[in-house]
Nanobody
Framework: QMQLTESGGGSAQAGDSLRISCTVS????????LGWFRQALGKEREFVAV????????HYADSVKGRFIISREFAKNTVFLQMNNLKPEDTAVYFC???????????????????WGQGIQITVSS
C-alpha cells in the first residue's frame, strides 16, 4: 500500500518561512491528489491545502491563502508545502494525505482522504 512520509518540520519565529515535504512510496507516475491537514493541540484536524494529480489545480484554506503554496515534484514523488509569513496560530501537527477527489467542495473535507502520513510538528513562536 502507498505510504506517505512527511519531513522538514521544526520551529520558527513569526514571520519566518518553512517548507515541509511529503514523499510517496510508490514509484509509478502519480495518479493521486495529495493534500495537507493540520491539527493543533486540543483542536480538530483541519484542511490546509490540496493539489491535483496533474499539479494544475490547488485549493487552500482561507486561513493560509496567500501565505502557503502547495506544489509537487513528479520526479521525486514529492509534494511540498511552502509556508511563508508564519504565525503562532500555524502551530500544529501537519499531515499529508491522499485525496480521492479534487473538487473543492469535497477536497476540503477530511472524509475525502484515505491514506495518511504520520504527521510532523510545526511550532511558531511570537
Amino acid at each position: 500500500q502507498m505510504q506517505l512520509t512527511e519531513s522538514g518540520g521544526g520551529s520558527a519565529q513569526a514571520g519566518d518561512s518553512l517548507r515541509i515535504s511529503c514523499t510517496v512510496s510508490e514509484e509509478a507516475p502519480p495518479t493521486y491528489n495529495l493534500g495537507w491537514f493540520r491539527q493543533a493541540l486540543g483542536k480538530e484536524r483541519e484542511f490546509v491545502a490540496v493539489i491535483s494529480r496533474s499539479g494544475k489545480i490547488q485549493h487552500y484554506a482561507d486561513s493560509v491563502k496567500g501565505r502557503f503554496i502547495i506544489s509537487r515534484e513528479f520526479a521525486k514523488n514529492t509534494v511540498f508545502l511552502q509556508m511563508n509569513n508564519l504565525k503562532p496560530e500555524d502551530t500544529a501537527v501537519y499531515f499529508c494525505a491522499r485525496a480521492t477527489e479534487i473538487r473543492s467542495e469535497l477536497a476540503t473535507k477530511i472524509e475525502t482522504y484515505d491514506i495518511w502520513g504520520q504527521g510532523i510538528q510545526i511550532t511558531v513562536s511570537s
